[in-house]
C-alpha cells in the first residue's frame, strides 16, 4: 500500500502542481488512497520531495533530481573535473574517468534526463552510455564535451 501511494503521489507532482501536503493528500483521496497530513509527510520525506519555484511563481512538490539548479550544476562541475576522455561506437558512448569517478559522472548524466539517453551502466572509472539511436550519438558527444570543458 506504501509503495503504490508513494508511486502515485510521484505520478501526481509529475502531471501537476501541488502546492501543499494538504492538496497531496487531496489528490491521493481523488485516487481512492485515505492519507492523513501526517502520512503525506512521511511520503515527502521518504521520497526526498522539495518545494521548488513553479513558472507561475508559486512554490510547489517536486522531486530533488528534477528541481535543484544547484544541484545540477555541483553535479556537472564534478563531472567536468572527473570525465578523462570520451569515444563512441553505433548507439554506445564510452566515457573514461578518474578513478572511483564513474558513479558521480553517470549521476550527472542521468539527472539531466536527456531523452536521447536510454541509460547508463558505470563502473569505477568507465560509464557505458547508451543513446537511442546512431544519429544521436553525435550531438550528445557535443553536449557532454561542453560540459567537460566548463570553467
Do not use: C
Request: proline share 1%; no cysteine; net charge neutral.
Amino acid at each position: 500500500m506504501k509503495a503504490s501511494r508513494q508511486i502515485t503521489i510521484l505520478e501526481i507532482i509529475n502531471s501537476k502542481s501541488v502546492e501543499t501536503q494538504e492538496d497531496l493528500a487531496d489528490e491521493l483521496r481523488r485516487h481512492g488512497y485515505q492519507a492523513t497530513q501526517a502520512t503525506v509527510s512521511r511520503d515527502i520525506k521518504e521520497l526526498r520531495l522539495v518545494k521548488v519555484l513553479g513558472s507561475n511563481g508559486a512554490y510547489r512538490y517536486a522531486t530533488a533530481d528534477k528541481n535543484d539548479n544547484g544541484l545540477n550544476e555541483r553535479l556537472i562541475r564534478m563531472f567536468s573535473d572527473t570525465v578523462l576522455s570520451m569515444t563512441s561506437a553505433y548507439n554506445q558512448i564510452i566515457l573514461r574517468t578518474i578513478s572511483a569517478s564513474a558513479n558521480i559522472a553517470a549521476e550527472t548524466i542521468d539527472s539531466l534526463q536527456w531523452p536521447e539517453i536510454l541509460g547508463t551502466i558505470a563502473g569505477d572509472n568507465t560509464i557505458l552510455m547508451i543513446v537511442r539511436s546512431i544519429e544521436e550519438v553525435k550531438p550528445v558527444m557535443e553536449r557532454l564535451n561542453a560540459m567537460m570543458h566548463r570553467a
